[in-house]
């Protein structure tokens, strides 16, 4: 219970939790000012190294370079481990738990060593210019309620794809509103046997502070993240799909719960359920 102090100052609890305040108003502002404009001039960028036949190396490091930017806006902090379970020229499929919109950059920017595309909703797609650089490098539309057009598209991109190039899934479907980890849909794990790639599972925690759903405040905080080792898919087959699905659900949930754990080791609270 605070002590109200008879000159009216402040307490040193009440000083923290104002400077703390100040620094997420300031740290919003900037961010709605500057992160949009950035995010356009690298889709304008990315659009035309595309369009000129530019070295594919050129597009991942816009896109890293992006994530490394917003993160540093965001003054965001990744601890990551288990960076060695990745082997560079290997392409996965790439399944993390999805927490808030933060998750992205996040891990383009800590998974950097991969070739990352992703599978990406209809929403984001609709975004002038963005919309258009995502689909042009090689990114994948869903529209998650229209499942036949959904599994063409992502067939075609595959086919399209560069062999070290990683997909990376957020198997939930879209990002947890009440910060739990939610079941995984199959299209990541149908994706992973047709293709004989490997699943990466990747458990995240302190996203979900640092930009909660259906908000607009950007919170200076850590985040931790853990790779797991690859879960293999030689000789499995469609019908294994479920197995691996579980599989890949049991690693995210171990390494969600270990990212969790070792945040409050920092003295930060991670939020949602565990």
């Known amino acids: 219970m605070e002590t109200i102090r008879p000159d009216g100052a402040c307490s040193p609890t009440e000083r923290s939790a104002l400077v703390a305040a100040l620094d997420t108003a300031l740290r919003t502002a900037v961010g709605v000012a500057v992160l949009p404009a950035a995010l356009i001039l690298v889709s304008l960028w990315v659009v035309l190294l595309v369009l000129v036949g530019a070295p594919n190396a050129w597009v991942d490091r816009a896109y890293t370079g992006y994530a490394r930017f917003a993160l540093w806006v965001g003054a965001t902090r990744v601890e990551a481990s288990g960076l060695e379970h990745i082997v560079r020229g290997q392409a996965y499929v790439v399944v993390p738990n999805h927490e808030s919109d933060w998750d992205p950059p996040v891990h383009m920017g800590t998974l950097d060593m991969l070739r990352l595309r992703a599978v990406i909703k209809e929403q984001m797609i609709r975004i002038p210019i963005f919309g258009r650089a995502l689909l042009l490098s090689g990114n994948v539309r869903v529209e ?131």
């Open 144 to 274: 998650r309620t229209r499942t036949p057009e959904d599994v063409e598209r992502i067939r075609e991109a595959m086919a399209k794809r560069r062999p070290d190039v990683s997909m990376l899934f957020y198997a939930e479907g879209t990002r947890s509103r009440d910060g739990a980890l939610h079941d995984f849909k199959k299209g990541a794990f149908a994706t992973a046997i047709a293709y004989q790639l490997p699943v990466l599972p990747v458990g995240t925690a302190g996203t979900r502070r640092i930009w909660p759903p259906l908000t607009l405040r950007l919170r200076r905080s850590p985040v931790v993240v853990k790779v797991g080792a690859p879960i293999p898919v030689a000789g499995l087959t469609f019908a294994d799909r479920d197995r691996l699905r579980d599989d890949a659900h049991r690693a995210v949930r171990e390494l969600r719960r270990a990212a969790r754990l070792r945040l409050r080791m920092l003295g930060v609270e991670p939020g949602g359920i565990d």
